[in-house]
C-alpha cells in the first residue's frame, strides 16, 4: 500500500506567525558564504557578491534563501561559532533590509547561532546534525519556537565520510529521525521539516537507497526536504565534475519529486523551478 494513503504529511510551516503552504513543491536556494564549500566556495563572500545572489535566486523562483557560513562538504574543518555569528549576522541584516519578504533558513549546527539569527531576523533553522551536535539546539529550538530542519548525519564533516556502514539505512535514519521528532514534540515543537541527509555519511549506494524509497519518509508526517543538487553521488558515478552535474542534478530532482519531496535545495533555482513546474504538468494531467 502507498504510505501517503496511511500517513497524511502536515501541508504548513508557521513562518512568523503565518501558515506558509508547502501544498505543492517549494525551492530552497543555497548561499554559501564560505571560502570552501564544495561547489561555489568563495563566490560570494562579498555583501555586494550576496545581495545580487539573493536578488537573482528569489528572481528564479526561490521560496526560501538558506544561508551557510561552515562548509559541510566532507573534510572540512568546524570554523566556530564566533565565526559563524560574525559572518552570519551582517548578511541577514542586509538581506531583510533589500528584500523583506524573503524567507531565510541558516544552516547551523550551533545553538548560540541559531539565536542569534533568529533574534535579527531568520525564519528557519537548518540543523546538519538534527540536534545532536549541540546538546543546547533543542532547548534553543523550543525557546524561538521556528521551524526546524532535522537531517541525517554520520558525523561532523571532517569525519563523516570515513567507511559509513548501515544494516539498513532507511531504517536506520527513519529511526534517528523518529528519535529526534518525539524529542522536539515534547518540547512543544512541532513545525519540522526532514532531510535524509544525502552525502552525509553515506556512501553512493546509500544515498541512492534513500533516494529510491524516500516515500517512507511520509511515515514522519512532515515536509521532506532533499539536498542533492551537483553533490558527488551524482557526478562521480557520471565521471565527470560538480560544475558539469546539472543534468544529473535535475534528473534526480524529479526522481524526488516524484517520491516524496517536498522542498528541493539547490544550488540552480531557475532550474529547480522548472522542474517542479514539469513535475505538477504532469500530477495535473
Not at 526560501?64 to 560574525?86: M, N, V, Y
Request: hydrophobic residues 35%.
Amino acid at each position: 500500500m502507498n504510505t501517503s494513503t496511511l500517513f497524511q504529511k502536515s501541508k504548513t510551516i508557521n513562518i512568523s506567525g503565518e501558515l506558509y503552504s508547502l501544498s505543492s513543491p517549494k525551492v530552497m536556494g543555497i548561499l554559501n558564504i564560505t571560502d570552501d564549500s564544495f561547489y561555489d566556495g568563495g563566490k560570494y563572500t562579498t555583501h555586494i557578491k550576496q545581495l545580487a545572489r539573493v536578488e537573482k535566486m528569489l528572481s528564479d523562483g526561490a521560496n526560501f534563501i538558506d544561508i551557510g557560513a561552515q562548509s559541510t562538504r566532507p573534510g572540512s574543518k568546524e570554523l566556530g561559532i564566533k565565526h559563524e555569528i560574525e559572518s552570519l549576522i551582517p548578511t541577514i541584516i542586509n538581506i531583510r533590509k533589500e528584500f523583506p519578504n524573503a524567507i531565510i533558513s541558516i544552516d547551523t549546527w550551533h545553538a548560540e547561532v541559531a539565536k542569534e539569527c533568529y533574534n535579527n531576523g531568520a525564519h528557519i533553522i537548518n540543523d546538519i546534525s538534527g540536534g545532536t551536535f549541540d546538546n543546547n539546539m533543542l532547548d534553543v529550538i523550543s525557546e524561538i519556537n521556528i521551524p526546524y530542519i532535522i537531517m541525517h548525519t554520520g558525523g561532523k564533516p571532517d569525519i563523516m565520510q570515513q567507511n559509513p556502514k548501515y544494516d539498513n539505512v532507511v531504517k536506520e535514519v527513519l529511526y534517528f529521525m523518529s528519535e529526534q521528532r518525539a524529542k522536539l514534540n515534547l518540547k512543544g515543537v512541532n513545525d519540522i521539516i526532514y532531510d535524509p541527509g544525502f552525502g552525509f555519511g553515506k556512501n553512493i549506494e546509500h544515498n541512492y537507497e534513500l533516494l529510491k524509497q524516500l516515500k517512507t519518509f511520509e511515515f514522519l508526517q512532515g515536509p521532506i526536504l532533499v539536498g542533492i543538487s551537483r553533490k558527488s553521488m551524482l557526478y562521480k558515478p557520471l565521471g565527470i565534475n560538480a560544475t558539469e552535474a546539472l543534468n544529473a542534478t535535475t534528473s534526480a530532482h524529479m526522481i524526488a519529486l516524484q517520491n516524496g519531496a517536498d522542498i528541493l535545495r539547490v544550488h540552480d533555482v531557475k532550474e529547480a523551478k522548472e522542474t517542479i513546474d514539469i513535475y505538477k504538468l504532469m500530477e495535473k494531467a
